[in-house]
């Protein structure tokens, strides 16, 4: 079943001459995981706010296309109705802690009381959201404590408690050290595998191939492709895209070894083809 | 981190008490005294806030704040005691200033209702958490949006306050005066509220959809993380605080016919 459905989605900022978004068109399927890369100012957070309805309810300016997220077409719901189902984490943690809650575990359950959950079920939710993101040791400490890895751990389980059927997550890791972003792909690769549609922009290629089913590139606001990891990161473009390959694709590519017809991309690849000379 | 919140955690009935109740508390204890005008009253209602204060073993928490209001009360008195207009009999004179007996019951009578009105108050403050007044007010059918507002105040000033503390330590390592007259601290100080205001406005927007993102403008009933206070005889309280203080006014408002 698709859960996402973007079709030739055009839009620009109201002070700005260029589109930040120029006739894109993906299809995502229920449970996929698919990693938004390029460079700065490409498009990607843009992307991610149209996704929810941020743009056009929040950001005005010009909008054109469709975007179908779970059945709903954001352009005719309200951020509220579509939020329960998708969630979206973005760039800056600092900005998404509400400031009302005066702990971790409070300031996770936010939004399921805003939707008016039971006490139970809260706690069934904020428990799971908290362990899974390896935060719930500091659920009694103030959120404005936390450090900036950890308030991004924070900032995702509040979306993830929610349990939306699609979570964007716009460079969910950038203040994460190795591990916590190990943690963070791990936590997505486990919800998706219960069904969840995970849309995430990031800038560390090893995860991305490692974890990503599909590969979205963006340049200048346009789609420049849209497929597997091992086919995106084989193209011989790369750089006219902004994009780097994973390390082990580029040595792959250096020594002139393709496994099958794609150079691989990642480690356990990599040794595979590397390893099968010896 | 600094807290803006006076909540003391204690075990004490005044702490079951939910703060709904402790509101209407409030109410009766500020009309009461002031409408039955009466010395007697001001005494009596003054006494019961603190011995409730005493129930809820914050009296020396309390007494901080009365100590800070100490300079306030003694000048209220001695302005009474030497200039109410009603001023008659002397009392005494210490090297020709006379102190009127007038002055002085009025003065007492206007410490009492303070003492009385700032009790109730603190009764309040020192054993509500703000989340539970908050909260109790939203399922009482208060705007959830300005409930946001109060609750995000307790946080997001300390945090403000700890964003001017790096700031000017930042400044004085790069050797700006911060320390020493007034004058430069305010030097040192104005160019601090660009960074921090801005940075605060800038952090709206973004707040506001994070806000959004998680629901927080759905339509439904919220719900709440945390139990109401269930304090069993809430109503019972209520009503006897809302008859206090009507019966005080029906009490005046007789005596006023007569
Ligand atoms: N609020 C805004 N108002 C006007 N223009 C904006 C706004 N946000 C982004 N833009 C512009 O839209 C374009 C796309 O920006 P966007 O933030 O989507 O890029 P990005 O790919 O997320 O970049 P980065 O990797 O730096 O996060 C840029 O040219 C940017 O200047
Ligand atoms: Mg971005």
Same mark, same amino acid.
């Given at each position: 079943?698709?859960?996402?459905?973007?079709?030739?989605?055009?839009?620009? !900022?109201?002070?700005?001459?260029?589109?930040?978004?120029?006739?894109?068109?993906?299809?995502?399927?229920?449970?996929?995981?698919?990693?938004?890369?390029?460079?700065?100012?490409?498009?990607?957070?843009?992307?991610?706010?149209?996704?929810?309805?941020?743009?056009?309810h929040? *950001?005005?300016?010009? !909008?054109?296309?469709?975007?179908?997220?779970?059945?709903?077409?954001?352009? @005719?719901?309200?951020?509220?109705?579509?939020?329960?189902?998708?969630?979206i984490?973005?760039?800056?943690?600092?900005?998404?802690?509400?400031?009302?809650?005066?702990?971790? !575990?409070?300031? %996770?359950?936010?939004?399921?009381?805003?939707?008016? #959950?039971?006490?139970?079920?809260?706690?069934?939710?904020?428990?799971?959201?908290? @362990?899974?993101?390896?935060? !719930?040791p500091?659920?009694?400490?103030?959120?404005?404590?936390?450090?900036?890895?950890?308030?991004?751990?924070?900032?995702?389980?509040?979306?993830?408690?929610?349990?939306?059927?699609?979570?964007? #997550?716009?460079?969910?890791?950038?203040?994460?050290?190795?591990?916590?972003?190990?943690?963070?792909?791990?936590?997505?690769?486990?919800?998706?595998?219960?069904?969840?549609?995970?849309?995430? %922009?990031? @800038?560390?290629?090893?995860?991305?191939?490692?974890?990503?089913?599909?590969?979205?590139?963006?340049?200048?606001?346009?789609?420049?492709?849209?497929?597997?990891?091992?086919?995106?990161?084989?193209?011989?473009?790369?750089?006219?895209?902004?994009?780097?390959?994973? %390390? *082990?694709?580029?040595?792959?590519k250096?020594?002139?070894?393709?496994?099958?017809? *794609? *150079?691989?991309?990642?480690?356990?690849?990599?040794?595979?083809?590397?390893?099968a000379?010896? | 981190?600094?807290?803006?919140s006076?909540?003391?955690?204690? +075990?004490?009935? /005044?702490?079951?008490?939910d703060?709904?109740?402790?509101?209407?508390y409030?109410?009766?204890?500020?009309?009461?005294?002031?409408?039955?005008?009466?010395?007697?009253?001001?005494?009596?209602?003054?006494?019961?806030?603190?011995?409730?204060?005493a129930?809820?073993?914050?009296?020396?928490?309390?007494?901080?704040?009365?100590?800070?209001?100490?300079?306030?009360?003694?000048? /209220?008195?001695?302005?009474?005691?030497?200039?109410?207009?009603?001023?008659?009999?002397?009392?005494?004179?210490?090297?020709?200033? &006379?102190?009127?007996?007038?002055? =002085?019951?009025?003065?007492?009578? /206007?410490?009492?209702?303070?003492?009385?009105?700032?009790?109730?108050?603190?009764?309040?403050?020192?054993?509500?958490?703000?989340s539970?007044?908050?909260? +109790?007010?939203?399922?009482?059918?208060?705007?959830?949006? /300005?409930?946001?507002?109060? =609750?995000?105040?307790?946080?997001?000033?300390? &945090? =403000?306050?700890?964003?001017?503390?790096?700031?000017?330590?930042?400044?004085?390592?790069?050797?700006?005066?911060?320390?020493?007259?007034?004058?430069?601290?305010?030097?040192?100080?104005?160019?601090?509220?660009?960074?921090?205001?801005?940075?605060?406005?800038?952090?709206?927007?973004?707040?506001?959809?994070?806000?959004?993102?998680?629901?927080?403008?759905?339509?439904?009933?919220?719900?709440?993380?945390?139990?109401?206070?269930?304090?069993r005889?809430?109503?019972?309280?209520?009503?006897?605080?809302?008859?206090?203080?009507?019966?005080?006014?029906?009490?005046?408002?007789?005596?006023?016919?007569?």
């Open positions: 079943m698709k859960k996402v459905i973007v079709e030739n989605l055009k839009y620009r !900022y109201p002070a700005m001459k260029q589109l930040a978004l120029d006739e894109i068109s993906f299809e995502v399927e229920e449970g996929e995981k698919i990693g938004v890369i390029g460079r700065n100012s490409s498009g990607k957070s843009t992307l991610c706010q149209a996704l929810v309805g941020l743009t056009p929040f *950001y005005k300016g010009t !909008y054109g296309g469709r975007v179908i997220v779970d059945g709903l077409e954001i352009k @005719h719901a309200t951020v509220s109705e579509a939020a329960l189902k998708v969630g984490v973005f760039q800056n943690p600092f900005t998404q802690v509400t400031g009302a809650k005066l702990t971790v !575990y409070e300031e %996770v359950a936010f939004g399921l009381e805003n939707m008016g #959950l039971s006490r139970a079920e809260m706690i069934e939710k904020v428990d799971r959201a908290l @362990h899974l993101l390896n935060i !719930y500091f659920r009694n400490q103030n959120p404005f404590s936390l450090s900036g890895g950890q308030m991004q751990r924070m900032a995702i389980a509040g979306i993830i408690a929610m349990r939306p059927s699609i979570i964007v #997550l716009d460079e969910p890791t950038s203040q994460l050290d190795p591990q916590g972003t190990e943690e963070v792909f791990s936590a997505m690769d486990e919800l998706s595998a219960e069904g969840m549609t995970v849309v995430i %922009v990031e @800038h560390k290629m090893e995860k991305v191939a490692q974890y990503c089913d599909k590969i979205l590139v963006m340049k200048d606001g346009k789609r420049a492709a849209f497929d597997t990891p091992a086919k995106v990161f084989s193209r011989d473009d790369l750089s006219e895209l902004g994009v780097c390959a994973p %390390v *082990y694709t580029n040595i792959c250096a020594l002139g070894k393709k496994e099958g017809a *794609y *150079y691989p991309v990642t480690l356990a690849g990599a040794a595979r083809v590397l390893g000379r010896r | 981190m600094k807290s803006l006076l909540y003391v955690e204690r +075990d004490s009935f /005044i702490h079951r008490v703060p709904i109740t402790k509101l209407f409030i109410f009766a204890a500020i009309i009461v005294p002031f409408v039955m005008k009466d010395l007697t009253v001001s005494i009596v209602c003054a006494a019961v806030s603190l011995i409730l204060l129930v809820g073993k914050v009296l020396r928490n309390a007494i901080t704040v009365f100590a800070c209001l100490f300079l306030i009360m003694i000048t /209220i008195f001695l302005i009474q005691a030497l200039a109410n207009i009603n001023n008659a009999t002397v009392v005494f004179s210490i090297s020709g200033i &006379h102190f009127y007996a007038e002055g =002085m019951i009025n003065g007492v009578k /206007i410490i009492m209702r303070m003492t009385d009105m700032v009790a109730a108050f603190l009764i309040l403050i020192l054993t509500t958490k703000p539970d007044l908050v909260e +109790d007010l939203i399922r009482a059918g208060f705007s959830p949006r /300005i409930g946001y507002v109060i =609750m995000s105040i307790f946080q997001i000033v300390p &945090h =403000m306050a700890g964003a001017i503390d790096v700031i000017t330590d930042a400044q004085r390592a790069r050797g700006v005066e911060t320390k020493g007259s007034l004058p430069v601290r305010i030097k040192a100080f104005l160019p601090l509220l660009g960074p921090v205001v801005l940075n605060s406005f800038m952090n709206t927007k973004e707040r506001a959809m994070a806000l959004e993102v998680r629901a927080f403008d759905a339509k439904n009933k919220k719900s709440f993380l945390n139990e109401a206070v269930n304090f005889h809430a109503m019972a309280y209520r009503v006897l605080f809302v008859l206090l203080a009507v019966s005080a006014v029906a009490w005046r408002a007789g005596g006023v016919l007569l």
